[in-house]
């Protein structure tokens, strides 16, 4: 059984935050004194330098109110996260956290030096190379931001670990798991292996920053800011998304992470395995939060291994000249070298057979500039 807190939280203030906070931990009975001098890792959601209105970030407030509550048992807190490829030092300061990080002493880690997580019983990856940082930790306390993703259908407490890797990496990895189904397969190899794989174990929370989330063409810039007015709380990450999912009324069946979560058994099994504390989620259920638009489609998503199908029947990236820049950080970013630059149309060119639809270049691009543009025939999808 995993407990999980629904807090109502409408404002990113430090006091009602760190209430709503301390409440929560208190509903899934998790004893701050076991933090007293122990090591305990911050890892928010720094997808990428951001401003925090822009909701593609975990918000500030939230990781001052989280961190505020460590420090009072302990001075050995370390921020650990890696964003796709941009810099650490700006991210964290466009995305406000530096003052807070200075303010509280909190280390930085270096998340260039990785080492090895062995989980044997991991379905297919079971020596995946993550930040070593991690690896000295007591305590990890996961901050995800609720987002939606157009490669994942959702983002939550599951898929923010996979911050654990070091920045291409982690978009490289698209090419090894192309599918939405590989893709999630291999987060949850991965989050196995962070429950099991480490020689010292680590005690897991997760907060989510649910205050404001994202929907629409999210994780990154293209999606929208939504209020939801929560903060979630808990110390399984797949039955933490079930109630995020539940609450933003998505299709919980599009979200891998969850269904096939159930199914490992590294926590909760079914929904029935979930106690729900604080508010009820009736009363605080989202009632018009768009998901986003893009190729999954009730959990089924076309053969990409044919590029013919794929430009006919899957949504494609397409930039807009009057937004791009050409910063190029969407062809830095693609794992798979389908785009190259300009020509004469001014925007980047992208080679859609070769694009493997992991919009991770949507995700990157700092204006918001590239739009989903439906594939030929995908009115028949509907038919
Ligand atoms: S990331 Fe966005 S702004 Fe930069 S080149 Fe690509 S489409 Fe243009
Ligand atoms: S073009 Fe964009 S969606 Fe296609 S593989 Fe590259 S990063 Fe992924």
Known sequence: MAVISLQKCTEYDNRILKDKIMAGLGQINFDLTGLKNKRVCLKPNLLMPSNPERAVTTHPELFRAVAEIVHDYTRDI?????????????????????????????EVADITVTDTLRFSLAHRY?????????????????????????????????????????????????????????????????????????????????IMDAVVGMEGEGPGPSGKPKNIGAVIIGDDAVALDYIAV??????????????????????????DDIQLRGEPLEDMRITDFKASRSAVMGGIIWPLTSPTIKNLFVEKPVPRADDCTLCYNCMKVCPAGAITKADEAKIPRYNYRKCI?????????????????????????RT
């Open 357 to 381: 639809r992991c919009f991770c270049c949507m995700e990157t691009c700092p204006e918001a500039a590239i739009d989903l543009k439906k594939g030929a025939l995908q009115w028949l999808m």
């Open 246 to 271: 539940n609450l933003v009324g998505l299709n919980v069946k599009k979200v891998f992470t969850i269904t096939e979560g159930f199914k490992r058994g590294y926590g909760v099994t079914s929904p």
């Open 126 to 206: 079971k020596n995946i190379d993550i930040s070593k940082a991690f690896f000295d930790v007591d305590y990890i306390i996961n901050m995800p931001k609720l987002k939606t993703h157009g490669f994942t259908h959702y983002t939550g407490a599951v898929k923010n670990l996979f911050g654990t890797m070091p920045g291409l990496a982690k978009s490289r990895m698209h090419m090894r798991a192309p599918s939405q189904i590989e893709f999630c397969e291999f987060l949850l190899d991965l989050y196995g292996g962070l429950l099991n794989g480490f020689e010292k174990p680590k005690k897991f929370i997760h």
């Open 78 to 106: 370390v921020l650990i996260e890696s964003p796709n490829f941009f810099p650490l030092k700006s991210t964290i300061k466009k995305t406000g956290l530096a003052g807070i990080v200075n303010d509280l002493e909190i």
